[in-house]
Antibody, heavy 122, light 108 residues
Framework: EVQLLQSGAEVKKPGESLKISCKGSGYSFADKWIGWVRQMPGKGLEWMGIIYPGDSDTKYSPSFGGQVTMSVDRSVSTAYLQWSSLKASDSAMYFC???????????????WGQGTLVTVSS | IQLTQSPSSLSASVGDRVTITCRASQGISSFLAWYQQKPGKAPKLLIYGASTLQSGVPSRFSGSGSGTDFTLTISSLQPEDFATYYCQEVKNYPLGFTFGGGTKVEIK
């Protein structure tokens, strides 16, 4: 059974660093893209970017490039999303998703993590 | 590319036919997906390629459209369908997976 298990909720102060995780199981982790989506409290979905675990090829949405870093560790089948200096505006729920199938060159998300809630407050 | 969904919310009864529209600011061919999200849960892919039903999704859901105008239709609303629905353009994959603002479907 395919599963994506995200790390637990985090409470941080502005300026602190953070790395959240998304562990894949039940499939060949290296072979499927992993995407990240942000959802601020009471707001809609925002696409952050996508990473291919096989070679760490990463594509960032223009809105998030330079603000976060995506990475993977294939040895533990885990994708990461990290911040070097958090801001209050980074408070949100973050979802990872496996992009497991394609149509016309587009890889679509078929399995999702449960989400990680990040709260940044002084 | 901007996506405008309408309405932003609607109230409907079980058994109603519900239609949600999504308009793109420029043509995106059939590069559009629809998602359902329930409170506190991850989104769920319903439709991709504008009209292809994702495996396991009930056939009461359907998608149509091409170019700039798209619709998601629920033929007979069920209690489990009360949720927020988002469209997403994927033409600029993987850089621009822009989502629409969402449509909240509530119980009348």
């Amino acid at each position: 059974e395919v599963q994506l298990l995200q790390s637990g909720a985090e409470v941080k102060k502005p300026g602190e660093s953070l790395k959240i995780s998304c562990k894949g199981s039940g499939y060949s982790f290296a072979d499927k893209w992993i995407g990240w989506v942000r959802q601020m409290p009471g707001k809609g979905l925002e696409w952050m970017g996508i990473i291919y675990p096989g070679d760490s090829d990463t594509k960032y949405s223009p809105s998030f490039g330079g603000q976060v870093t995506m990475s993977v560790d294939r040895s533990v089948s885990t994708a990461y999303l990290q911040w070097s200096s958090l801001k209050a505006s980074d408070s949100a729920m973050y979802f990872c998703a496996r992009h497991g199938f394609s149509l016309n060159g587009v890889y679509y998300p078929d399995y999702w993590g449960q989400g990680t809630l990040v709260t940044v407050s002084s | 590319i901007q996506l405008t969904q309408s309405p932003s919310s609607l109230s409907a009864s079980v058994g109603d036919r519900v239609t949600i529209t999504c308009r793109a600011s420029q043509g995106i061919s059939s590069f559009l997906a629809w998602y359902q999200q329930k409170p506190g849960k991850a989104p769920k892919l319903l439709i991709y390629g504008a009209s292809t039903l994702q495996s396991g999704v009930p056939s009461r859901f359907s998608g149509s459209g091409s170019g700039t105008d798209f619709t998601l239709t629920i033929s007979s609303l069920q209690p489990e369908d009360f949720a927020t629905y988002y469209c997403q353009e994927v033409k600029n994959y993987p850089l621009g997976f822009t989502f629409g603002g969402g449509t909240k479907v509530e119980i009348k």
